[in-house]
């Protein structure tokens, strides 16, 4: 038996694959059980951010599993502290919780929004709504589907949480009013800043500020969903900063520790203390080694200069892809990168690309680039080369 009979034998079907067994990587090369190699503009969805197997990050990692690889949160360990001073001090956040991916990152956050509003208006105001943006993307579990606004996530596991409201992305009209129409009872707004799985699809500058502002009035939390577009993903270690806002809650994951789980949400000093003990918490939530992780990746993306390395990179993809015939439309910030096709489909050309020796993603009916970090421009180019050839 192959490996891919065996591995669909005992794994449940959820997900659709290529028929291709990966079996080691370097630096942002993959290599394939048959020794096929190929680039990788996809990183794993975004989380291999310095790529396969960084000499730094090893180290890390694996010096940490030499000290100590897991405690319960009964206890505390100093690679945790680090870790947390680095990211809370680096992002300008009061508090952060532990989890282990972007769902469970957007379930703290939907927590803590909720206790938030019990603890200062009451159980009897049920003030617990929050309002998601339509063609979001927020998670897998039962709750981060319900908070997800496409309808596509909302089938076959009824009951859905309730206290989800969905609003037009970039309509400022129909943010005020679903806000009006809610009067009350909105604790928080989430979104993200780009919508990854919905297509790479950037909110508008102007649709931000009105967010803030609208939530200013009425003592609402916003939060941001940045578990795609952050740790250094757009050019700037959150999203956030290039649109001069400042979250009340931010999640982050897939990057954050450059391949191992972790998923964190940071709070400013508003809703910092909100979940006291016994109100929230992980097994695996804050694990050494992930940890470690993401303090080698922390450290490479906050060095001098290694930010505008990411925006130099990104606009060089930009002035690349629309140079090609084929490209209609190149949508994303920095090296999180949407492009929508005049003519063929994105699935079949990341088909052809991955035929070719290029891992390439799709969202929606485009295709998606999110490579390492630290790609260089030498692999840009080869890279690219075999997607122009696929788009001839
Ligand atoms: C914006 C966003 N939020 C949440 C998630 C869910 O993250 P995870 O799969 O780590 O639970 C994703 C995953 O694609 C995402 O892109």
New binding site residues.
């Given amino acids: 038996m192959n490996t891919i009979e065996q591995f669909n034998e005992h794994i449940m079907g959820s997900y659709g694959r290529y028929d291709l067994v990966l079996e080691k990587g370097e630096g942002r090369t993959a290599t394939a059980e048959d020794g096929k190699t190929y680039i990788d503009f996809g990183s794993g969805?975004g989380t291999n951010s310095l790529g396969y197997c960084n000499d730094k990050w090893v180290e890390a990692i694996c010096a940490q599993a030499h000290n100590i690889q897991h405690t319960s949160n009964y206890y505390y360990t100093k690679v945790q502290a680090d870790f947390a001073k680095k990211l809370c001090e680096s992002a300008g956040y009061s508090k952060m919780f532990f989890g282990n991916?972007?769902?469970?990152a957007?379930e703290c956050a939907i927590k803590i929004a909720r206790k938030y509003s019990f603890d200062k208006y009451g159980k009897d105001a049920e003030r617990n709504i929050i309002v998601t943006l339509k063609n979001s993307?927020?998670?897998?579990t039962v709750t981060?589907l319900s908070a997800t606004g496409q309808d596509v996530f909302h089938n076959y596991f009824f009951p859905f949480t309730p206290g989800f409201v969905n609003t037009e992305a970039n309509n400022i009209d129909d943010l005020k009013k679903v806000l009006a129409e809610n009067k009350g009872k909105v604790c928080a707004v989430m979104f993200?800043f780009i919508q990854?799985?919905g297509g790479v699809i950037s909110l508008d500058h102007e649709y931000v500020n009105a967010i803030f502002e609208e939530c200013a009035k009425d003592d609402i939390l916003t939060i941001a969903?940045e578990?795609?577009?952050g740790v250094g993903r757009t050019g700037s270690l959150l999203t956030s900063e290039q649109y001069g806002v400042k979250p009340d809650i931010t999640?982050l994951?897939?990057g954050l520790a450059g391949g191992v789980p972790i998923?964190v949400c940071l709070a400013t000093e508003k809703c910092a203390d909100v979940l006291t003990p016994g109100t929230h918490g992980s097994t695996f939530g804050g694990n050494p080694i992930a940890c470690a992780g993401g303090n080698a990746v922390l450290d490479t993306v906050l060095e001098e200069g290694f930010l505008d390395t990411v925006v130099q990179k990104g606009y060089y993809f930009w002035q690349k892809l629309n140079e090609m015939p084929e490209v209609e439309h190149v949508d994303g910030l920095g090296l999180m990168i949407g492009v929508k096709l005049k003519s063929k489909d994105a699935h079949d050309v990341a088909k052809a690309c991955l035929d070719n020796g290029l891992l390439i993603l799709t969202a929606k009916e485009k295709l998606r680039f999110l490579p390492p970090l630290n790609i260089t421009y030498e692999e840009i180019d080869k890279g690219l080369a075999i997607l122009a050839e696929v788009l001839k």
Wanted: proline fraction near 0%; aromatic fraction near 4%; hydrophobic fraction near 25%.
């Fill in positions: 969805i991916s972007g769902a469970e957007n993307f927020h998670g897998r981060t993200e990854g799985e969903d578990v795609q577009s999640t994951a897939k998923g």
